[in-house]
């Protein structure tokens, strides 16, 4: 399962967020017409895409650490 949290945090601001909407509107309309975006602007979304799911293995490894760290104490 996946959830999504749509508020800027430490590890994903929010103009990123505000961007990667931005790109993911951008590339839905291109998929619908059977393109692909500026190779460019696809680099732009794939690092975007990286960092939101690097910023969720972030969020989810701190959490861990915290809850870890409270049971241990």
Known sequence: MIVQNFRSDRFFSAEQQKRLSELMSI???ARDR???????????LDNLVQAAIGRTSDFSLNRCLFTYANWVS
């Open 27 to 29: 590339w839905r309309t």
């Open 34 to 44: 059977g393109e692909t975006l500026p190779l460019d602007r696809q680099a732009e």
